[in-house]
């Protein structure tokens, strides 16, 4: 009856070890989650963050861009109507 008991104490002892490292592993492996979600929620503020700045600031500028161009566009379409002599080479 003794040894029975020795022996259950024993299992007790190696399962509570086991628990042990168990509770370690479960600890690391939460840390590395943690760790794996912060770096994903910066990675998507890295990408996310130009994307919003240049929705907010661009309009402007490409809305002067685009008026430069319609100045140009008039006398491109004058300068298309003239002919530009060009230059031949004599050999």
Do not use: C, F
Not at 4 to 21: G, V
Not at 48 to 70: E, F, G, Q, T
């Amino acid at each position: 009856m003794e040894e029975n008991i020795n022996n259950i104490y024993q299992k007790i002892d190696k399962q509570t070890e086991l628990l042990e490292q168990i509770a370690q592993s479960v600890k690391k492996t939460q840390r590395y989650i943690l760790v794996g979600r912060i770096l994903s929620i910066i990675r998507l503020i890295i990408i996310a963050a130009p994307i919003i700045l240049a929705i907010i600031y661009l309009p402007p500028y490409i809305k002067k861009a685009v008026d430069k161009v319609k100045e140009v566009i008039p006398q491109l379409e004058e300068l298309k109507g003239l002919k530009i002599p060009q230059e031949t080479s004599e050999k």
